[in-house]
């Protein structure tokens, strides 16, 4: 995308970060994530939402063809587990571990501890305000812009 | 007291002195309106938002004068037409509600002990919750399952693990209530099989499918099929039980989801009503008599956090369905024009921040339910938002019922707030509004056009957007969240885990089974279904005969699938 969201500290136009807000696995709660997903939009983003029931298959796909900065994965089934592994280990597959592997959700102290050990980025719970991830985004995308 | 308060206080003592010199029959020193209009005007409001949880303006005072004009037979009586002050006329004097917890997780042996727990403490009636492949009708051995099996409910995919679910426990004598909707002709087939090798016929069984398809393309997401086969195997559901299960409640039409999707008060009332009526005129051009069928609908809604607009919404909500039951759709049987609800404390009201305060937040919205009249009632533990409940948490979430029922008095007599200024007035408010949007949904053409075209789906979304704004932006208190944090506000407390194991057993549990039944009958019902699918014969008998050959949840999907396709929701934010 070429369009703008006024100069960075540089006065370079910076580009906009793109997302994808994705719900893997059978669960239909997804009011966390169209709020999210509105809340990224609202704060400049370019928001891609993939719908519900979706595979790690089908979000790793939709992230490379997207051409995606971020997934933000949106899991209150209980199976966070399985899919955050899952989606990290295809989008290293697709060559694409570059992307920013975040979310949200009901997912217990001990296993977010657990997910982000193993490389996932941060995970926030209930409650935790829209701006406060949309700051976390915005730092990691500078800081991955510097170090590129 | 400041200077103008004080003036205004001063000339209205001297106007009541007047009247006494006068004679005047005012005399007495009587307040009138005016005068605390007045009187208000001098004084200052606190800095506070002063609207419901759904964003509705509240006056500071209401008096007889919101109710000028109020038609008295509006509020009427207990168990009388419109029902506003209850579907039944002695209400919690002759029978409490039903304490009934959603309960389910693991294996149907993990989720059976916990039942048994459960009536050991108490309860009196079971509610069955079901693992995500479950609710998407897919097996515990299929490849879109992987790590959700038993998770978050109970994992059954054939009638042998509904026969384990209630092993030990009298199906003709406890009530079963079960949230499953997509697949839900097929799991009530699995459930009246399970009966009938309990010895128990379909006349006998109690309780409740969730059932309501409509919902589920508006808010919580668990469908399979499109929406006309599933409205038709709904309608076959309402059909079967009316001549063979009278005492089954075939559908709970719920405007739980829908709230704690995001919607407002009265776009709940009005969704889920307007969804309750669409059923109706379903199975009235299904050629059924509305009498046939009425009677047995049962609603389910969403208890939150704002005390007097939920208990309005139960009332408006009777009368709104009983007027439209007579006056529409020309129901005669005064059982087809009482509605009957199950209540739900609002999950997406518990905080994750200092857990223990959504015990509080719990024991309110359970005593709105109460106050509104629920027949039935869950409650909601303090811990999940963390993860599944844990039985200390389960248990005291059923105390607070008991400690409700049994000790504040609430349950002594019948609709104690009728006639409140302000819950009178906010239950006309809610009725007027429910009213006008079943108008813009009639400009749709009806709830299935507004489905296809993403409305419900974007009206829902835009409150959800709304009262996140107001909780970020601190408008609205949330005690833990925003305004009276502590600093570390996660505070660690035991949470259920479902062991991976359990997905391991129940694949292996399925493999078993399909090793061990007559895979020709299998085959032989599952195509009598297919074929049946393609006509407008009744499924339901030819579903049973599936379920009682063992075959899976998933295969009969599948059987009826093909004939059906699935259904696509429209993806927007």
């Given at each position: 995308?070429?369009?703008?969201?006024?100069?960075?500290?540089?006065?370079?136009?910076?580009?906009?970060?793109?997302?994808?807000?994705?719900?893997?696995?059978?669960?239909?709660?997804?009011?966390?994530?169209?709020?999210?997903?509105?809340?990224?939009?609202?704060?400049?983003?370019?928001?891609?939402?993939?719908?519900?029931?979706?595979?790690?298959?089908?979000?790793?796909?939709?992230?490379?063809?997207?051409?995606?900065?971020?997934?933000?994965?949106?899991?209150?089934?209980?199976?966070?587990?399985?899919?955050?592994?899952?989606?990290?280990?295809?989008?290293?597959?697709?060559?694409?571990?570059?992307?920013?592997?975040?979310?949200?959700?009901?997912?217990?102290?001990?296993?977010?501890?657990?997910?982000?050990?193993?490389?996932?980025?941060?995970?926030?719970?209930?409650?935790?305000?829209?701006?406060?991830?949309?700051?976390?985004?915005?730092?990691?995308?500078?800081?991955?812009?510097?170090?590129? | 007291?400041?200077?103008?308060?004080?003036?205004?206080?001063?000339?209205?003592?001297?106007?009541?002195?007047?009247?006494?010199?006068?004679?005047?029959?005012?005399?007495?020193?009587?307040?009138?309106?005016?005068?605390?209009?007045?009187?208000?005007?001098?004084?200052?409001?606190?800095?506070?938002?002063?609207?419901?949880?759904?964003?509705?303006?509240?006056?500071?005072?209401?008096?007889?004068?919101?109710?000028?004009?109020?038609?008295?037979?509006?509020i009427?009586l207990p168990?009388?037409?419109?029902?506003t002050r209850g579907?039944?006329?002695t209400m919690y004097r002759?029978?409490?509600w039903?304490?009934?917890?959603?309960?389910?997780?693991?294996?149907?042996?993990?989720?059976?002990?916990?039942?048994?727990?459960?009536?050991?403490?108490?309860?009196?009636?079971?509610?069955?919750?079901?693992?995500?492949?479950?609710?998407?009708?897919?097996?515990?051995?299929?490849?879109?399952?992987?790590?959700?099996?038993?998770?978050?409910?109970?994992?059954?995919?054939?009638?042998?693990?509904?026969?384990?679910?209630?092993?030990?426990?009298?199906?003709?004598?406890?009530?079963?209530?079960?949230?499953?909707?997509?697949?839900?002709?097929?799991?009530?087939?699995?459930?009246?099989?399970?009966?009938?090798?309990?010895?128990?016929?379909?006349?006998?069984?109690?309780?409740?499918?969730?059932?309501?398809?409509?919902?589920?393309?508006?808010?919580?997401?668990?469908?399979?099929?499109?929406?006309?086969?599933?409205?038709?195997?709904?309608?076959?559901?309402?059909?079967?039980?009316?001549?063979?299960?009278?005492?089954?409640?075939?559908?709970?039409?719920?405007?739980?989801?829908?709230?704690?999707?995001?919607?407002?008060?009265?776009?709940?009332?009005?969704?889920?009503?307007?969804?309750?009526?669409?059923?109706?005129?379903?199975?009235?051009?299904?050629?059924?008599?509305?009498?046939?069928?009425?009677?047995?609908?049962?609603?389910?809604?969403?208890?939150?956090?704002?005390f007097f607009?939920e208990i309005a919404?139960l009332r408006?909500?009777?009368?709104?369905?009983?007027?439209?039951?007579?006056?529409?759709?020309?129901?005669?049987?005064?059982?087809?024009?009482?509605?009957?609800?199950?209540?739900?404390?609002?999950?997406?009201?518990?905080?994750?921040?200092?857990?223990?305060?959504?015990?509080?937040?719990?024991?309110?919205?359970?005593m709105a339910a109460a106050l509104g009249g629920t027949?039935?009632?869950?409650?909601?533990?303090?811990?999940?938002?963390?993860?599944?409940?844990?039985?200390?948490?389960?248990?005291?979430?059923?105390?607070?019922?008991?400690?409700l029922a049994?000790?504040s008095g609430v349950a002594n007599t019948i609709d104690p707030l009728a006639g409140s200024y302000f819950v009178e007035?906010l239950t006309?408010?809610?009725?007027?509004?429910?009213?006008?949007?079943?108008?813009?949904?009639?400009?749709?053409?009806?709830?299935?056009?507004?489905?296809?075209?993403?409305?419900?789906?974007?009206?829902?979304?835009?409150?959800?957007?709304?009262?996140?704004?107001?909780?970020?932006?601190?408008?609205?208190?949330?005690?833990?969240?925003?305004?009276?944090?502590?600093?570390?506000?996660?505070?660690?407390?035991?949470?259920?885990?479902?062991?991976?194991?359990?997905?391991?057993?129940?694949?292996?549990?399925?493999?078993?089974?399909?090793?061990?039944?007559?895979?020709?009958?299998?085959?032989?019902?599952?195509?009598?279904?297919?074929?049946?699918?393609?006509?407008?014969?009744?499924?339901?008998?030819?579903?049973?005969?599936?379920?009682?050959?063992?075959?899976?949840?998933?295969?009969?999907?599948?059987?009826?699938?093909?004939?059906?396709?699935?259904?696509?929701?429209?993806?927007?934010?």
């Amino acid at each position: 995308m070429t369009s703008t969201i006024g100069g960075g500290a540089s006065g370079v136009p910076e580009r906009k970060i793109r997302v994808l807000v994705a719900k893997p696995g059978l669960d239909g709660h997804d009011r966390g994530a169209k709020v999210i997903a509105s809340a990224f939009r609202d704060a400049g983003f370019e928001v891609i939402y993939t719908g519900l029931h979706q595979t790690p298959e089908m979000i790793v796909a939709a992230a490379v063809q997207e051409d995606v900065d971020v997934v933000a994965m949106s899991v209150l089934s209980g199976a966070h587990m399985t899919l955050f592994p899952r989606v990290q280990e295809l989008l290293a597959q697709a060559g694409a571990d570059h992307v920013l592997l975040t979310g949200g959700g009901i997912i217990p102290e001990e296993d977010v501890r657990a997910l982000e050990a193993r490389g996932v980025g941060k995970l926030f719970g209930p409650g935790t305000p829209t701006t406060t991830a949309i700051a976390y985004i915005r730092d990691w995308f500078a800081a991955s812009q510097k170090a590129s | 007291m400041s200077t103008r308060e004080r003036k205004v206080l001063q000339r209205q003592k001297e106007r009541e002195a007047r009247l006494r010199d006068a004679g005047s029959e005012q005399a007495t020193p009587a307040a009138r309106v005016e005068d605390w209009q007045e009187l208000r005007s001098t004084l200052p409001e606190r800095d506070a938002p002063f609207t419901t949880v759904s964003g509705r303006p509240v006056e500071p005072l209401y008096t007889e004068r919101d109710r000028a004009g109020a038609d008295p037979a509006a509020i009427g009586l207990p168990g009388f037409f419109p029902f506003t002050r209850g579907p039944y006329a002695t209400m919690y004097r002759t029978r409490l509600w039903t304490m009934r917890q959603f309960a389910g997780f693991a294996t149907a042996q993990d989720t059976n002990a916990r039942y048994k727990y459960l009536l050991d403490h108490g309860q009196t009636g079971l509610s069955v919750a079901f693992d995500f492949p479950t609710l998407m009708g897919f097996d515990s051995d299929h490849p879109r399952s992987l790590g959700e099996v038993g998770v978050c409910g109970v994992a059954i995919s054939s009638l042998a693990d509904m026969e384990r679910l209630f092993e030990g426990i009298p199906l003709d004598q406890v009530s079963v209530s079960m949230t499953i909707n997509g697949p839900a002709i097929i799991l009530f087939c699995f459930f009246v099989a399970a009966a009938e090798k309990q010895g128990v016929a379909a006349e006998a069984i109690r309780g409740t499918a969730q059932n309501d398809i409509l919902k589920e393309y508006q808010a919580q997401h668990a469908w399979v099929f499109p929406p006309e086969p599933a409205l038709r195997c709904i309608v076959d559901m309402f059909a079967w039980c009316s001549e063979h299960a009278p005492k089954y409640n075939p559908i709970s039409i719920s405007g739980y989801h829908i709230r704690e999707a995001g919607a407002t008060a009265a776009q709940e009332l009005a969704f889920t009503l307007r969804n309750g009526f669409e059923y109706v005129e379903r199975g009235i051009a299904r050629g059924l008599d509305v009498d046939s069928f009425a009677p047995r609908l049962s609603f389910f809604f969403d208890v939150h956090n704002d005390f007097f607009e939920e208990i309005a919404k139960l009332r408006a909500a009777r009368r709104i369905w009983a007027r439209g039951m007579r006056e529409r759709y020309g129901a005669k049987d005064p059982e087809s024009w009482r509605l009957r609800t199950h209540a739900q404390t609002a999950g997406v009201t518990l905080t994750a921040q200092q857990a223990e305060n959504n015990i509080v937040r719990v024991a309110y919205q359970a005593m709105a339910a109460a106050l509104g009249g629920t027949q039935s009632l869950h409650t909601n533990s303090m811990d999940e938002t963390l993860a599944l409940p844990t039985e200390k948490a389960v248990r005291i979430a059923l105390r607070t019922q008991q400690i409700l029922a049994h000790e504040s008095g609430v349950a002594n007599t019948i609709d104690p707030l009728a006639g409140s200024y302000f819950v009178e007035t906010l239950t006309d408010q809610l009725e007027k509004d429910a009213l006008e949007i079943f108008a813009e949904i009639d400009e749709l053409g009806g709830v299935v056009p507004g489905i296809e075209q993403g409305w419900f789906q974007q009206q829902i979304a835009m409150s959800a957007m709304r009262q996140q704004r107001e909780v970020e932006a601190g408008e609205r208190v949330i005690v833990g969240v925003n305004d009276f944090t502590e600093g570390s506000e996660n505070i660690e407390i035991e949470t259920l885990r479902i062991d991976p194991a359990v997905e391991r057993r129940q694949v292996a549990s399925m493999a078993e089974l399909r090793a061990r039944r007559d895979a020709a009958r299998v085959q032989s019902t599952l195509a009598a279904l297919t074929e049946a699918s393609r006509s407008r014969e009744n499924l339901v008998p030819r579903i049973l005969e599936c379920a009682r050959a063992y075959a899976t949840l998933y295969e009969i999907r599948h059987a009826m699938e093909s004939v059906f396709g699935s259904y696509k929701e429209p993806v927007f934010f």
